[in-house]
């Protein structure tokens, strides 16, 4: 089976790396767990050791054939369809999901599944290694963004390890990282899930100038004198030249509900 680059596939071919992410999900006995992208199975076939009932979302449908020789018999599910346009509820909730990204589409799909939340437990991905240093950066990085800030809303983040180019095939020009996210399943207290739409598009704008101070571009994208968000962030204890980066996840909750009066 050949690659296919409009779908970005890449695929992992070291065992050694397979095993270890397989053993880094953290479902226990009831919880579900969904791969996305499994393409020939190298990943797939630790996991079914650990998790028989194993559901498989894959687009491409040689690769799906594949699958199911690699595999042989057993209760899993395999979905052939867009990862894009899959219902997780048919995985069963609650739901730990884990997979070798593409790298043209993993922003996306790290979104989708997180949208789940409350029925996500945990997800356990692989990605562009500046995608996932990205996502676990912190406050006064450069690095911190806006996926540093959606992905933190919803649980504790962490850097697992990282895969080099060699343990794929095709071989791609950059590192990989495996990085995960423990989903903390209180993210409607924090905000309802109502406003969830709103709170990231703000975040959003927040980060649309990142080298101008926020105040001025919440000015600029929201309305209000640039004054009016210099008060809230030294409300807040913060510097009233603070940049995008130098707030941390709950930064931005505090100074979205000061805001929007919640």
Known sequence: MRPKKHLGQHFLTAPAFAKRIAAAVPACEGESVLEIGPGRGALSIHLLERFPKLHL??????A???????????????????????????????????????????????KKTLLYTPGIRSCTFM???EVAERIVSGAHSKQNGFLSIFCQFFGAVKLLFHVPPGAFFPRPNVDSSVFQIIVNGNAEKKLDCSLWDSFFS?????????????????????????SF????????GLNEASRPEDLDVNNWLDI???VHIL
Do not use: T, W
């Open 57 to 62: 979302v894959e687009v491409d449908s040689d």
């Open 64 to 110: 799906v054939c594949i699958l199911k020789e690699k595999l042989g018999e057993g209760v899993y599910s395999i979905h052939n369809e867009d990862v894009m346009g899959f219902h997780f509820d048919l995985a069963g909730f609650p739901l730990h999901v884990v997979g070798n990204l593409p790298y043209n589409i993993g922003a996306l799909i790290i």
């Open 127 to 129: 990605v562009q290694r």
């Open 202 to 226: 703000f975040v959003d704008s927040g980060f649309s100038m990142r080298r101008k101070q926020l105040a001025k571009v919440l000015s600029i994208k929201h309305g209000n004198d640039k």
């Open 229 to 236: 968000y210099c008060d809230k962030l030294a409300q807040m």
């Open 256 to 258: 979205y509900k000061r």
